[in-house]
Nanobody, 123 residues
């Protein structure tokens, strides 16, 4: 089995910063695109940022300029640094990655989701 485990969420005041982490574990062969999504209360899940295996990055317009996505291919990890946080950034943030892995002597490819980490921006 493979899984993504996120950490780094919490409560912060407006204007503050947080760094989210997500690491893949299991019998991983390769990791494709790594993404961060968020789901705000009462809203659909939306893409926040994406980083490809060769380091190309994409940011959603609502966070561009206020966040930075990076990855560590040796650790199979992705990070999201968020700055100048606003109350409307309050959401559960999810990590997603395309993982190729070994299971039962065969290799598979799946889009895997983490469990989510809550970010609350409030004074």
């Amino acid at each position: 089995q493979v899984q993504l485990v996120e950490s780094g969420g919490g409560s912060v005041q407006p204007g503050g910063s947080l760094r989210l982490s997500c690491a893949a574990s299991g019998s991983i062969i390769s990791v494709n695109d790594m993404k961060w999504y968020r789901q705000r209360p009462g809203k659909e899940r939306e893409l926040v940022a994406r980083i490809t295996s060769d380091g190309s990055k994409y940011y959603a317009e609502f966070l561009e300029g206020r966040c930075a996505v990076t990855r560590d291919n040796y650790k199979n990890a992705v990070y999201l640094q968020m700055n100048s946080l606003k109350p409307e950034d309050t959401a559960v943030y999810y990590c997603n990655a395309g993982l190729e892995y070994w299971i039962d002597h065969a290799h598979r490819y799946d889009e895997v989701w983490g469990q989510g980490t809550l970010v609350t921006v409030s004074s």
